[in-house]
């Protein structure tokens, strides 16, 4: 489970808090998902707005 409480997409818009910073680097390191609305990646499709699996 993510230590982020917001989707990334949505962090992207409203602004990255520099707290936010080591949790986000975490999501993305091997991400498994992209955002089919904005082209964003994590390793969890819950923080991923219109998630499509990486093949």
């Known amino acids: 489970m993510s230590k982020l409480d917001k989707k990334i997409c949505k962090i992207a818009k409203n602004g990255l808090k520099k707290k936010m ?15 089919k609305k904005c082209l964003r990646v994590a390793s969890d499709k819950d ?3 219109v998630p499509l699996e990486i093949e």
């Open 21 to 35: 910073i080591p949790d986000l680097f975490a999501e993305v390191r091997s991400p498994r998902y992209l955002c």
């Open 47 to 49: 923080l991923i707005c």
